[in-house]
């Protein structure tokens, strides 16, 4: 098991990696949300502990009514990519876990658990 500092520097190369993994892909981009948050997120959220982020996922997508035309769509809910992205993170280290698992889901949280916590 890792000591917290550890696991805060595992994370963080893994989210590079996972950033890295992103930008290989044309049509996609990532963009920061919360890293380090002690509101807004459940009671004893590994937020606070600098041990999980919320990544904001853009597509590249044809214009719905002008043909020929791309815009970058924000992508809130469920879509084959976050998958993508989940499998990725998932197999960067046997700790990381992806909020797209999650009863609840909670398609862009990415973390690295060092209780049980995700």
Known sequence: MLSLREAQ?????????LVLFAAEHPNVALTAG?????EGHMAKSLHGERLAADLNLFLLEPHPTEEGRFVWNYIRGDHSFWY??????????????WGGDFAKRDWNHFS????KRA
Not at 112 to 115: F, G
């Open 9 to 17: 520097t595992q994370f963080l190369v893994d989210i590079a990696r």
């Open 84 to 97: 993508t992205l989940g499998a990725k993170w998932k197999s960067l280290h046997s700790q990381n876990r």
């Open 112 to 115: 690295h658990t060092i209780d």
């Open 34 to 38: 919360d890293f380090y948050a002690q």
